[in-house]
C-alpha cells in the first residue's frame, strides 16, 4: 500500500514563508513525477508545482518566483518552500505523485496554509 504524508501547514503572515514536505511510503518501485497542488476556498484545485524524475520542473504563473519544489530521492520526499507568502496563497495543499505503474496518482490528505494579511 502506498501512502503519500504530508507535513503539517500552519498559519503564517503576509511575506513569510513556510516549507511543506510530503513522504511516500510503501512498496514504491519507481517514482517519475511529485508535485503539489492546492484549493482556495471557492475555487477549484490547481496545480502548483511539479518535478519530474529527469529534474523537469513546472509552476503556476502566480507562484513562480516564490515558491521552489525539490526532491530527496532517498527518503522518496517531496518539498514546497513557500517565500513571500500572500493572502491568496490560502489553500488546503495536496501532495501528488506517480509511482510505480499506477494507472493514477496517489495523493495526501491535504495540509491547510493559511496567509493572515
Known amino acids: 500500500q502506498v501512502q503519500l504524508v504530508e507535513s503539517e501547514g500552519g498559519l503564517v503572515q503576509a511575506g513569510g514563508s513556510l516549507r511543506l514536505s510530503c513522504t511516500a511510503s510503501?512498496?514504491?518501485?519507481?517514482?517519475?513525477?511529485m508535485g503539489w497542488f492546492r484549493r482556495a476556498p471557492g475555487k477549484q484545485r490547481e496545480l502548483v508545482a511539479d518535478l519530474t524524475s529527469n529534474g523537469s520542473t513546472n509552476y503556476a504563473d502566480s507562484v513562480k518566483g516564490r515558491f521552489t519544489i525539490s526532491r530527496d530521492n532517498a527518503k522518496n520526499t517531496v518539498y514546497l518552500q513557500m517565500n513571500t507568502l500572500k493572502p491568496e496563497d490560502t489553500a488546503v495543499y495536496y501532495c501528488n505523485a506517480d509511482i510505480n505503474w499506477s494507472q493514477y496518482p496517489y495523493w495526501g490528505q491535504g495540509t491547510q496554509v493559511t496567509v493572515s494579511s
Open positions: 510503501g512498496n514504491i518501485l519507481r517514482i517519475t513525477r
